[in-house]
């Protein structure tokens, strides 16, 4: 008898289960359908994270259960601080909203801003649709031809101001690797640091994304101008093996803690984060309809016409780096706080 009847049970249990995960498919998709679901951007229109999430808004709809309208908002402020404070206290917490921050916004508490008025542990994290990869490069009048001089040569390297990455990672190096960094602080972006290269005011620039490598850099690198000095991502890209990665260059633990918390960031690449408390059947279902654009041929083929680099990261993945960032060490912060808030 119990040979018969333990298959039957196990039928029991699989179609329970089963009927269970359709019923919640199915009141997600009710709850969605003729509804508008809202991507908010923390930048003004027209910069990458607005491209992003305009060309992402095209796609992810058709993957939501019951495919409602999705628009696209921009809530510009303090560097996405404004949005990702209204995530965190005031959005509807229904799944119908959800917006993309800046790849250091969830980090912003751990060292000390005082405007970010939020917990990113408390948050959902649907992931994202990059992992940043920056580089160091050196121009080729420079005495600094691979990283190795570094160590016995100054570098002049352009900046945009306290706190921004073009600033905090020469800092950081500089502290723990002893690089020989100098700074020149003050420009107002990535164009006018290249352009600052090529009139030789500086002599480099360290932090450039891998997307306007490809746009800006690549000539310079394959005309001898502009040398590559290390990759400033926690992993190799598969385009550049042969250049170094800043993370191999870690000798002892300490160095390795400073460059992982350094470098979440760049994991974070362009994430996407919804308010807390949403229902846990559509948070699943806003994460599966992420991860599905990310693989979606036609929305693929539209980034890559863009020049969008695309590297998913997942919820689970942008979750656990949140996590494992706000367990560093005291010491460890403090390297990163202090770099970041120079001058400030």
């Avoid at 002599?203 to 997307?211: M, N, V």
């Amino acid at each position: 008898m119990r040979k018969i009847l333990a298959p039957l049970a196990a039928s029991i249990v699989l179609f329970s289960t089963s009927s269970i995960a359709v019923g919640e498919e199915s009141a997600v998709a009710s709850f969605y359908k003729d509804k508008t679901v809202q991507i908010l951007v923390g930048y003004s229109a027209g910069g990458g994270y607005d491209t992003y999430a305009r060309t992402l808004a095209r796609y992810i709809g058709e993957k939501i259960p019951g495919n409602p309208n999705v628009i696209v908002k921009n809530v510009p402020g303090a560097g996405s601080l404004v949005l990702m404070n209204q995530i965190a206290n005031t959005l509807p917490r229904d799944g119908t909203v959800f917006g993309t921050v800046a790849r250091g916004a969830a980090f912003e508490p751990l060292f000390g801003n005082e405007q970010a008025l939020f917990k990113p542990q408390e948050l959902n994290w649907l992931g994202s649709l990059n992992d940043e990869m920056g580089m160091c490069a050196a121009w080729h009048t420079a005495d600094v031809k691979t990283l190795e001089d570094l160590r016995e040569h100054e570098l002049l390297v352009g900046g945009t101001g306290a706190g921004a990455d073009t600033d905090t990672f020469p800092r950081v190096l500089a502290e723990v690797l002893d690089f020989k960094f100098n700074l020149a602080s003050g420009y107002p972006g990535s164009s006018e640091i290249n352009l600052a290269m090529e009139r030789g005011e500086i002599e480099g620039h360290c932090s450039g994304g891998w997307t306007g490598v490809k746009t800006s850099w690549a000539p310079w690198i394959e005309e001898g101008k502009l040398n590559p000095l290390f990759i400033l991502s926690r992993s190799k890209h598969p385009e550049l093996p042969e250049v170094p990665l800043i993370m191999d260059l870690a000798e002892n633990d300490y160095q390795k803690q400073v460059l992982q918390l350094m470098l979440a960031r760049q994991v974070m690449g362009r994430p996407y984060v919804a308010p807390p408390g949403i229902p846990a059947d559509r948070l699943v279902a806003l994460q599966k309809a992420f991860e599905a654009t990310a693989s979606d041929p036609e929305f693929l083929a539209e980034a890559e016409r863009k020049q969008l680099e695309i590297s998913f990261v997942s919820a689970a993945d942008i979750t656990e780096v949140v996590r494992e960032s706000y367990r560093a060490s005291p010491e460890v912060v403090q390297v990163i706080k202090d770099a970041k808030h120079v001058n400030r």
